[in-house]
């Protein structure tokens, strides 16, 4: 506080101290008339003219010099007053002496350190007022100065307080906005969480940033239903019934629909317009933060925290829809450290025998959907992991002797259905490369599917047609004289299936990200169903190669049009009423779950 | 300094049976869990811990959870400072109303102008903050000094310590071990010399 050189400053200042000491020493005897001056001078926000800047700015310097004798009990109106202001509604020179206000007096005594720190995290998000603003230029700067500062004097009490980021953990996962906030707060309490954790304070805070993060990923991804979901975006409705199975299916068939057919309140679909919403801009964030992480090569340790979180929290999230293409993204990022660390991690979940069951199915379903839709994993990385999967069901079949039993063999059934949905994706690719081809061929496949636990009856239906006529045209399975061994089953599992037979609940988590906004993270790096060359796609062979590198440059509203006149022979409009050879013909890759979805 | 022991314990740790198939991963987990706090049974904010067994069977607990009970012997290294200890710390922040000290790099200590004393006087030389002493002019205070300092206060739930430096035995440690012993050597010839032996020994 003012230069020694400096003796007209140094003088006013020390006088300044010195009167506002002596007002709060007044206090304790009973005289609160300074004091209260004091504090009315603190409270005006509103447009302040010159004179009330300065005026201001005095008065926090003096009390910066005073916080010695500042007392928790006597001068409590003063600390409310301190705490409530809000850097948001001032220019730099109060944000400035504000700022070296509260460094100082949380650095004065241990008391104060809480107050601080949540004085400084409830600036995290501006007023409400102010939210509408935030998106101009003005806001942008606005924020840009206020977080800055709020950030530095973090910085500036951990420095002093070595076990301040503990407390300030604490006080930011306390203050989080929920899911009901508005989408300009949370995504600027966000933000501030994503700056904490690249900042200075990183290294102790920044794992339970991450933490929160994919949290609020999933608060929010769990309020969007199912049917909103489809809903939203009427023009796209050619994406899901291309994807999705039970659409194409007559109304008789669907034995599985618990829920009634789609009518819902204008209210809920608003609803989930609004999560969705919320949840994309949130993502966005989230991707932005990944790459930029990378770029610095901290990635490795953002990963670490961010698998961890993963598996304490998405794995086990009853079929979340987004959250989970954060790990999708860190991988796409950096494929050999971060996706072999995926990978192993659900691969040793799968195979403990320590977790429970549904844990592990859903490893399970993640190391599928992972393996069938990331575009940057070379084929023979997926053959080794696959050979790994297949080791795994062989060994276990090899140990059952029991019939086919759906409760008994759950984690049975779901990695067969991993294996061959894996396959319907890759298994062209993997025939292409003779090293691979041999590889596949001499996995114990045929001894699996045969085995008396029948995972073909099984698994659903519409992989399991796939797989097998994928299968028969690559001529995998079939014995001398060349009669497929699994052709039975063409016929009776439709019907088996139809009749209510034992039906997998079923999963993919990968399936094609539906949020607009940050979808360009995902797009480069994914596999839609319409570009995988399937086994039996010989026929269609030239016109198909110069499609395919035309439709994925194609503007995307198209991608699905062009999908639907790929993949069928016959004119578009039979699609809908389609007969059985049809629907064969699509390729399942986003199924409706099959419990009604509200009351995830 | 002053504030720091290291106390023999014997611990019963209770573990859910979930963890018993690694018993000191648990062990250590729950034990780390109490660091950097202060504990009322421990009489300190545990620091460090050494901690074995001596038995391998562990008696259960009857219950809904079938908890079991873990004897240990521990070794724990505890910060209890008591007003009028002396402490050591490193300055990390100079400004005339107050001095900002890091103890064992954990502990936040602040001193007040009020409780420094009059011979140190508040400069700033070449843009550094010090304080110098007036007497003694090679006896400075700046940032990254170690300082010796009296404690006045202790805030266990915090752990912020306030301290003064009124004392004549306080200040820069580097200042006070070097010269101040010969300040006190000349100031004692006079006595017995005896005396003068364990003076010196007993800093």
């Known amino acids: ?600 | 300094m002053e504030g720091l022991k290291v106390s023999e314990a014997d611990l019963l740790v209770y573990l859910h049976p979930s963890k018993s198939k690694n018993v000191s991963q648990a062990i250590y987990n729950e034990l780390s869990s109490m660091l950097f706090k202060y504990n009322e049974t421990f009489d300190g904010v545990l620091l460090a811990y050494s901690a074995s067994t001596n038995d391998e069977l562990a008696k259960i607990l009857p219950g809904l959870h079938p908890c079991f009970g873990v004897r240990l012997k521990a070794q724990l290294l505890l910060f209890d400072p008591k007003p009028n200890m002396i402490l050591e710390g490193k300055v990390v922040k100079l400004g005339a109303q107050s001095i900002h000290i890091v103890v064992l790099g954990f502990s936040s200590a602040t001193i007040i102008d009020e409780d420094i004393r009059e011979e140190f006087d508040y400069k700033v030389k070449h843009g550094k903050e010090l304080f110098a002493s007036s007497v003694n002019k090679r006896h400075k205070i700046e940032i990254e000094t170690v300082v010796r300092f009296v404690v006045k206060s202790f805030d266990e739930e915090t752990l912020h310590l306030s301290g003064s430096l009124l004392q004549p035995n306080t200040g820069n440690v580097n200042w006070l071990d070097k010269y101040a012993e010969e300040d006190l050597v000349e100031r004692l010839i006079p006595r017995n010399k005896e005396t003068i032996k364990r003076r010196i020994i007993a800093k």
């Not at chain 1, 003088?11 to 002596?22: G, I, K, M, N, P």
Request: hydrophobic share 40%; net charge negative.
């Open chain 1, 1 to 600: 506080m003012g230069a020694v050189g400096d003796d007209i400053g140094d003088v006013s200042d020390y006088e300044l101290t010195h009167h506002v000491r002596q007002a709060l020493k007044a206090v304790l005897e009973g005289d609160t008339d300074e004091y209260d001056q004091l504090i009315g001078n603190m409270h005006h926000t509103e447009r302040l003219v010159p004179d009330e800047v300065a005026m201001l700015v005095t008065i926090l310097r003096a009390l910066s010099g005073a916080v010695s004798f500042i007392d928790i009990v006597h001068h409590r109106s003063l600390l409310s007053s301190i705490c409530a202001m809000r850097f948001w509604n001032y220019g730099p020179d109060v944000m400035d002496a504000l700022m070296e206000l509260v460094v100082t007096l949380a650095t004065s005594n241990g008391k104060y350190v809480d107050l601080c720190l949540d004085m400084l995290v409830s600036n995290f998000i501006p007023p409400f007022n102010f939210l509408e603003i935030l998106k101009q230029p003005r806001g942008l700067a606005k924020k840009d100065q206020v977080l800055a500062r709020v950030h530095a004097a973090l910085k500036g009490i951990a420095d002093l307080v070595p076990l301040a980021p503990s407390r300030l953990e604490q006080i930011v996962r306390e203050r989080v906005p929920n899911v009901f906030a508005k989408e300009a707060q949370i995504v600027v309490y966000v933000e501030n969480m994503l700056m904490l954790e690249s900042g200075d304070m990183g290294e102790f805070v920044g794992n339970s940033m991450i933490f929160e993060l994919v949290n609020r990923l999933i608060d929010l991804d769990v309020e969007i239903g199912w049917d909103e979901v489809l809903l939203d975006d009427p023009n796209n409705k050619g994406i899901f019934l291309m994807e999705l199975e039970d659409l194409a299916r007559t109304d008789e068939t669907e034995m599985d629909m618990d829920e009634p057919q789609i009518e819902y309140t204008g209210r809920k679909v608003l609803w989930g317009n609004v999560v969705a919403q919320k949840l994309d801009t949130l993502m966005e964030l989230a991707f932005d933060h990944l790459q930029s992480c990378f770029k610095n090569g901290r990635l490795p340790q953002v990963f670490e925290a961010l698998l961890q979180s993963f598996q304490s929290t998405v794995l086990n999230a009853y079929k979340s829809k987004f959250a989970q293409f954060v790990m999708f993204y860190a991988c796409s990022l950096d494929p050999e450290d971060c996706g072999t660390q995926f990978v192993s991690k659900l691969l040793e979940i799968f195979k403990s025998t320590v977790y429970p069951q549904e844990w592990r199915m859903s490893a399970v379903a993640y190391l599928a959907s992972y393996l069938s839709r990331a575009k940057f994993l070379s084929t023979s990385y997926v053959t080794i992991i696959l050979e790994s999967l297949v080791d795994w069901c062989y060994k276990y079949s090899k140990n059952q002797s029991g019939e086919i039993n759906l409760k008994n063999h759950r984690v049975f059934y779901a990695a067969c259905q991993a294996l061959m949905y894996v396959l319907c994706f890759r298994m062209r690719s993997i025939l292409a490369t003779p090293r691979l081809k041999s590889q596949l061929v001499n996995m114990p496949l045929e001894k699996i599917f045969k085995h008396a636990l029948n995972p073909l009856e099984v698994c659903l239906p519409s992989i399991v047609e796939e797989f097998l006529r994928q299968a028969k045209a690559a001529h995998l399975f079939t014995v001398s004289n060349g009669t497929f061994l699994f052709d039975h089953l063409f016929e009776s599992e439709l019907s088996r299936a139809f009749g209510g037979f034992q039906r997998l609940d079923v999963f993919f988590p990968f399936d094609p990200y539906l949020l607009k906004k940050s979808d360009r993270f995902i797009r480069p790096n994914f596999i839609y169903w319409s570009m995988v060359r399937t086994t039996y796609d010989d026929d269609e062979d030239d016109d198909d190669d110069d499609d395919d590198d035309d439709d994925v440059e194609d503007d995307n509203d198209d991608e699905f049009d062009m999908n639907l006149s790929k993949m069928s022979i016959t004119p578009k409009d039979s699609f809908m009423f389609g007969n059985l050879q049809d629907r064969k013909m699509q390729m399942p890759s986003r199924i409706r779950p099959s419990t009604s979805p509200e009351s995830l």
